[in-house]
């Protein structure tokens, strides 16, 4: 089993519809928690980072972590074509030296 | 802020050949980290410098695999002999002291071996 398991999609949504996304992981030690963004053929973007358990907002995009679950979450609300990307999830603790933890990626792809 | 930078985007090689490539983290980042990211998976961890002493190597990193931090500022990563399994996109990425647990990515280096 992964450490961090993420849905692959991919998720198809018509324009102004919420994205909702997913991952669970295995690893309690985990602390920092970040969604990042991937165009193809593209680096990571950092979209959201979030410390512990909790929700953060920015913008169009919350993110919420439950440790207890161990299942965060990205929604992003009145979705855009230009939101079509891959979105991965990354976890990291100063356990194992900050270093990410990614699950697979989920594809999404707003119809305009 | 430039970001991370890395060079070259893209590198066509043929087995058996070396390769190196470069990483200029975010200016007065100290932490860097490399990874490697294969078609439909996420970044795996390959190794990570603090200023220039390398911490940690994965076991990902066969002793094909070298990297360099000199005087803490830019990297490489170099891959001898390579092999068809080494192609893959090679990101590296930065974190600012004190804020380890952020990272911030170049654009990577797609590499293809023949």
């Known amino acids: 089993q992964k450490e961090v398991e993420q849905d692959p999609g991919p998720l198809s949504v018509p324009e102004g519809a919420i994205v909702s996304l997913n991952c669970t992981y295995s690893?309690?030690?985990?602390?920092?928690f970040m969604w990042y963004r991937q165009y193809s053929r593209k680096g990571p973007e950092l979209l959201m980072y979030?410390?512990?358990?909790g929700n953060k907002e920015d913008g169009r995009f919350t993110a919420q972590v439950d440790k207890s679950s161990k299942y965060i979450s990205l929604f992003i609300r009145d979705s855009q074509p230009s939101d079509s990307a891959t979105y991965l999830c990354a976890m990291s603790a100063l356990a194992n030296d900050y270093k990410l933890s990614f699950g697979a990626g989920t594809t999404v792809t707003v119809r305009a | 802020d430039t970001g991370v930078s890395q060079d070259p985007r893209h590198k066509i090689t043929k087995r058996g050949q070396n390769v190196t490539f470069r990483c200029d983290p975010i200016?007065?980042?100290?932490?860097l980290y490399w990874y490697r990211q294969t078609l439909g998976q996420g970044p795996e961890f390959l190794t990570y410098f603090q200023n220039e002493a390398q911490l940690e190597k994965s076991r990902l990193l066969s002793d094909r695999f070298s990297a360099e931090r000199p005087k803490g500022s830019f990297s490489t990563l170099e891959i001898q002999r390579t092999e068809q399994g080494d192609s893959a996109m090679y990101l590296c990425a930065s974190s600012p002291a004190g804020q380890a647990g952020t990272q911030y990515f170049g654009p990577g280096t797609r590499l293809l071996v023949l």
């Open positions: 200016s007065e980042h100290n932490r």
């Open positions: 979030t410390y512990s358990s």
């Open positions: 690893n309690s030690a985990f602390q920092y």
